[in-house]
């Protein structure tokens, strides 16, 4: 599932968040060490323990948000690139 233009300029929802968090949940670690670099540029209001790291993504400002889920698509994009040149 992409993130369409309107999905990424409209007010965000739970339910927006949350595809999105779980799009991250399954990327690799230099994907998740990406994702973190944007999260502090934006803020140092994030948690981090030995089980990861947690952001509040109500803190992050929308430009962020819209670069995390640019990547995320662009990810995805290369994924599915990857898999058609391989076939």
Same mark, same amino acid.
């Given at each position: 599932?992409?993130?369409?233009?309107?999905?990424?300029?409209?007010?965000?929802?739970? $339910? *927006?968040?949350?595809? %999105? @968090?779980?799009?991250?949940?399954?990327?690799? +670690?230099?994907?998740? $060490? *990406?994702?973190?670099? %944007? @999260?502090?540029?934006?803020?140092?209001?994030? +948690?981090?323990?030995? $089980?990861?790291?947690?952001?509040?993504?109500?803190?992050?400002?929308?430009?962020?948000?819209?670069?995390?889920?640019?990547?995320?698509?662009?990810?995805?994009?290369?994924?599915?690139?990857?898999?058609?040149?391989?076939?």
């Amino acid at each position: 599932m992409n993130f369409s233009n309107q999905e990424m300029s409209q007010a965000y929802d739970d $339910n *927006y968040y949350q595809r %999105l @968090v779980d799009k991250i949940s399954h990327m690799n +670690t230099q994907e998740h $060490n *990406y994702i973190f670099t %944007l @999260v502090q540029n934006d803020t140092n209001k994030y +948690t981090r323990n030995r $089980n990861g790291v947690f952001v509040n993504m109500s803190v992050l400002t929308k430009e962020t948000i819209e670069k995390m889920a640019s990547f995320v698509q662009f990810c995805e994009q290369q994924r599915e690139f990857s898999c058609k040149s391989i076939s």
